[in-house]
């Protein structure tokens, strides 16, 4: 993930978790050991004698240990919640201390590492601080609520989680096998969507967007309030659209289009060859390789060899232009960024695969004027004017924007509820198995074994 800026939002900011810890810790008093020196146990500690206090009465070490290993073991429960299996994580003999210590680490970064979809099976030994910021008996409450501090907090997260307990509900209503199938294929669809919100980086601004590949939507927000929802185009099957989280720089109005190299073989030739007029119809400009403009007219197209393509192609600011009237510029590795487009009929069918990996959004200019409220001299009028100056004009944010491209098939809709949608790219269906031995299988304590059989392939574990 490329970092984005300092939390001023949603996820709170980065000292959270410890304001949520002390605030337990204070009312707790602290217990003392015989011993001057703490004995130091396999699974909790014994603290040292207070100087504050030396006529405390003596605490068994061993019996500490013994009440806060069980009480590790019992906030474990709490993962639950999450789609989490409690069971998971004290297989093989696990200890409550590690076993606890990697609850947190998946709920901080998730249980499988994106880049690989392998599952952590390392706890982060720097999220050891949080249990040593606990008293010495705090009980499972407060070790339920260091694990709560630690996931997302989000509303996105907070309204899967929500939707879980209602499908878990549905789960165990269910006597018929569509409903049941129904409902084990939600489930596994809420339990891949809060993993991946648990991978997203929890520092970010108070506005910001969201681009959710599965609904096609391009969503904006301010704090917790849905301040507008844009459809979107994303990547076609072959050049689909990554997944990652920036951050939005700068706007260019009236933008040039510089196509890209394998676009320019591999579209843009065939398309000059079949019809050259295109060049000048469309406001192409040819370059050679040292950036030279080249008279498209001297070009023999059909001895261009798309192996050896000499040529750059740029399209000039214009209603045909590919970016439409505004780009939203993130700089990132993948050269995918937010634009308009002159092809609006195509907002129109419900599954919007069309790009080459960027994200053609709908009423762009309506988003621009959003993001570029809090940057001085761009009002609506001033936005208009740059739009259709046919010549490229930068705007640059006061403040960078946070942008999450995401691929959640569970997300709320724009009535509060959650909408399931495809798995357009099979990305679930490649996190299904990776989750398997982590996620919970909620119909184990709720439904039959017959249940069981009705459920599709791809939502049980």
């Known amino acids: 993930m490329i970092p984005t800026q300092m939390c001023t939002g949603w996820l709170g900011p980065p000292g959270r978790v410890r304001a949520v810890l002390f605030a337990v810790a204070l009312p707790v008093s602290m217990a003392v050991c015989a011993n001057q020196t703490a004995m130091a146990l396999p699974e909790a500690s014994c603290p040292d004698r207070s100087a504050a206090n030396t006529d405390a009465t003596p605490v068994d070490c061993a019996e500490v240990a013994t009440i806060a290993n069980a009480a590790m073991l019992q906030a474990l429960d709490e993962l639950s919640a999450h789609g989490l299996d409690p069971a998971s994580y004290t297989t093989d003999g696990a200890g409550a201390r590690e076993a606890w210590l990697l609850a947190a680490t998946h709920l901080r970064r998730g249980v499988l590492d994106p880049k690989t979809l392998?599952?952590?099976?390392?706890?982060?030994?720097?999220?050891?601080?949080?249990?040593e910021a606990l008293p010495p008996e705090p009980g499972a409450a407060a070790y339920r609520a260091a694990l709560e501090a630690l996931a997302p907090a989000s509303p996105l997260y907070s309204a899967l989680k929500a939707e879980l307990e209602r499908q878990k509900g549905a789960l165990a209503g269910a006597r018929d096998p569509a409903s049941l199938a129904d409902a084990h294929a939600r489930i596994a669809s809420?339990?891949?969507?809060?993993?991946?919100?648990?991978?997203?980086?929890?520092?970010?601004?108070?506005?910001?967007?969201?681009?959710?590949?599965?609904?096609?939507?391009?969503?904006?927000?301010?704090g917790e309030t849905e301040v507008s929802r844009h459809a979107a185009i994303f990547g076609e099957m072959k050049r689909q659209t990554p997944e990652f989280s920036d951050s939005i720089e700068y706007l260019e109005f009236s933008?040039?289009?510089?196509?890209?190299?394998?676009?320019?073989?591999?579209?843009?030739?065939?398309?000059?060859?079949?019809?050259?007029?295109?060049?000048?119809?469309?406001?192409?400009?040819?370059?050679?390789?040292?950036?030279?403009?080249?008279?498209?007219?001297?070009?023999?197209?059909?001895?261009?060899?798309?192996?050896?393509?000499?040529?750059?192609?740029?399209?000039?600011?214009?209603?045909?232009?590919?970016?439409?009237?505004?780009?939203?510029?993130?700089?990132?590795?993948y050269s995918v960024y937010l634009h308009d487009t002159p092809d609006a009929g195509l907002f129109s069918h419900a599954q919007r695969t069309f790009s080459a990996g960027c994200i053609r959004v709908q009423d762009a200019l309506e988003l621009a004027e959003w993001v570029l409220e809090d940057t001085p001299d761009w009002d609506r009028t001033q936005i208009d004017s740059a739009a259709a100056s046919r010549t490229e004009i930068r705007a640059t944010l006061a403040a960078p924007m946070s942008i999450h491209i995401v691929y959640l098939t569970a997300f709320p809709a724009a009535n509060g509820s959650i909408s399931y949608a495809q798995d357009v790219y099979g990305r679930d269906a490649d996190i299904f198995p990776a989750l398997a031995s982590y996620t919970q299988d909620f119909a184990a304590d709720s439904v039959s074994g017959e249940g069981h059989d009705a459920a599709p392939e791809n939502a049980r574990r």
């Open 190 to 222: 809420l339990q891949a969507s809060l993993e991946r919100l648990r991978w997203l980086p929890r520092e970010t601004t108070l506005r910001q967007i969201y681009a959710n590949i599965p609904t096609f939507e391009v969503i904006a927000y301010s």
């Open 255 to 333: 933008p040039w289009w510089n196509v890209p190299a394998s676009m320019a073989r591999n579209d843009k030739l065939p398309q000059f060859q079949s019809d050259p007029g295109a060049i000048a119809r469309l406001g192409y400009r040819i370059l050679d390789s040292a950036g030279k403009a080249v008279d498209a007219a001297n070009i023999d197209w059909a001895a261009v060899s798309a192996s050896a393509f000499p040529y750059r192609i740029r399209q000039a600011p214009g209603p045909a232009n590919a970016l439409g009237r505004v780009k939203f510029m993130f700089p990132n590795r």
């Open 118 to 131: 392998a599952p952590r099976q390392e706890a982060d030994m720097a999220l050891a601080a949080t249990l």
